[in-house]
């Protein structure tokens, strides 16, 4: 039974939150291999292109239910998400037009474009926080538990308890569509392998008749899908706040590099990977040892490697550890 409840109370803790997390940043970080197998460039604007997609789902959610429009016991936010991805479709596609194109057509080195991606991230921080404040935002509606911890340990009898949040469930399962879908398209449909082909080699695709303006606005439109649902994911399972989809750049990059910078099969287990590393060495493993281990052999400390304060340190080391011994990534970088 001890070790039953040792389980229940890490799934609680560590693997369900976790899941949920690593899908939110599989999504982010599909996106940012994407951009880099078919743009050759590091899209350093990717966390705050997914707070200005997440502010839009926020305020599109606000006014729908101050029109009384609710899909109880589902967040409205998911009625929300078309127009957010839609708006958020826009910026890119206006982005690119403003600042990307000029660099792709002079055959700029990568460098100056990731540069010219800094300026854009500015400008879009700024832009985010002059709309909607720095401060916490929340969706506010919808179920918050399909059960609780309290109605697991009834049912079960177990001293320990699972609680699963509506926000995880949706994440979860969404996620799971979306990648599916894209990997479906990627591989299935003449578009993902026109984009396939531009990817493993630009001049041989062109020479192929492949259309590049149309192949680079076709990723631009799947970035704005994979980064409003991340973000939107992420404020629904936690919050809204623009400087933490700024600092979600970083384990998302590491989930791409870890898995191998333009894989995108790479990119979702990095993104797991990172998750799981992240949450397990910032969580306290006392009370899950006084399960298992003899009362004598109890840790006395609370058995926690790192505060969560560190959380996006573990994503540092693991993304410098990876660079060091095997750049290529996991999946060796391979092209999408």
């Known amino acids: 039974m001890d070790v039953l409840n040792a389980l229940v109370l890490l799934s609680n ?15 982010g970080a599909l996106g940012i291999t994407l951009i880099y197998g078919i743009l050759r460039f590091s899209h350093f604007a990717h966390g705050d292109v997914m707070a200005f997609a997440t ?22 936010a998911l009625l929300a998400l078309p127009v957010g991805i839609a708006i958020t479709a826009l910026l890119l596609l206006g982005t690119d037009r403003v600042v990307y ?12 474009v990731v540069m010219a991606s800094l300026g854009v991230m500015f400008v879009l921080n700024g832009l985010v926080r002059l709309i909607i404040g720095p401060d916490d935002q929340y969706f506010a509606d919808g179920a918050r538990f399909l059960f609780t911890v309290r109605e697991f340990r009834d049912y079960t009898g177990l001293e320990e308890g699972v609680g699963l949040r509506v926000s995880q469930l949706i994440t979860i399962v969404v996620t799971l569509v979306v990648v599916a879908v894209l990997f479906w398209f990627l591989n299935r449909t003449r578009t993902g392998k026109s984009m396939r082909a531009f990817s493993d080699n630009e001049d041989l695709a062109l020479l192929s008749g492949i259309n590049p303006e149309r192949v680079v606005t076709v990723t631009w439109l799947i970035v704005a899908v994979l980064v409003t649902v991340a973000g939107t994911l992420y404020g629904l399972d936690k ?26 099969l790479g990119a979702v287990a990095g993104a797991y990977v990172i998750a799981l590393s992240e949450v397990g060495v910032t969580y306290a493993f006392r009370k899950f040892l006084q399960y298992l281990l003899p009362e004598s052999l109890e840790p ?20 410098v550890l990876v660079l060091l011994f095997r750049p290529t990534g996991l999946f060796r970088g391979q092209s999408i």
């Not at 803790?13 to 999504?27: H, N, R, T, W």
């Not at 194109?101 to 100056?112: D, G, K, L, M, T």
């Not at 400390?301 to 993304?319: E, N, P």
Request: glycine share 8%; no cysteine.
């Open 13 to 27: 803790f560590v693997l369900l939150p976790a899941v949920s997390y690593g899908s939110q940043l599989a999504l």
């Open 55 to 76: 502010m839009t789902v926020i305020l599109v959610t606000w006014w729908l239910q101050g029109m009384g429009v609710s899909i109880d016991p589902l967040p409205t």
């Open 101 to 112: 194109r000029f660099y792709r057509r002079v055959r700029a080195a990568p460098i100056v």
């Open 239 to 264: 919050s809204f706040k623009p400087f933490t989809y700024f600092q979600l750049l970083l384990p998302m990059f590491a989930s791409a590099i870890l898995g191998g910078l333009g894989n995108p």
């Open 300 to 319: 006395s400390g609370l058995a926690q490697l790192l505060s969560t304060d560190y959380k996006f340190a573990v994503s540092f080391v693991l993304l």
